[in-house]
């Protein structure tokens, strides 16, 4: 499996990004395609997926400033980031998550490198 992120970089408070990811090699029994974030020290945090069948799904505080989109047949997808925070700041990954559904983003089992996205106040 291999996971390509790209379109980090520095942005200041209250401004956009775009994140891409292009994936290959998906094993025919994973069904989504997401997003999280890692902060040196914390928890990884889930963002968003998609589903192989188009649905969508976001960790609540994520909604609202965050939209996936992309296509899983494709393995392309995106993340765009409005109203970044400070708090933002992170190295956002493309992975393949295990739980992707109305409850959340969660249990993910291949990853790429990670594009830094940092927001300065």
């Known amino acids: 499996v291999q996971l390509v992120e790209s379109g980090g970089g520095t942005v200041q408070a209250g401004g956009s990004l775009r994140l891409s990811c292009s994936a290959s090699?998906?094993?025919?029994?994973?069904?989504?395609i997401g997003w999280f974030r890692q902060i040196p020290g914390k928890q990884r945090e889930g963002v968003a997926c998609?589903?192989?069948?188009?649905?969508?799904f976001y960790e609540v505080s994520m909604m609202g400033r965050f939209t996936i989109s992309g296509d899983y047949s494709k393995g392309t997808i995106y993340l765009q980031m409005n109203s970044l925070k400070p708090e933002d700041t992170a190295a956002y990954h493309c992975?393949?998550?295990?739980?992707?559904?109305?409850?959340?983003?969660?249990?993910?089992?291949?990853w790429g490198r990670g594009a830094q996205v940092t927001v300065s106040s």
């Open positions: 992975a393949l998550p295990l739980e992707c559904n109305e409850y959340g983003v969660a249990a993910f089992d291949y």
């Open positions: 090699g998906i094993p025919s029994n994973y069904v989504a």
């Open positions: 998609i589903l192989n069948d188009g649905r969508k």
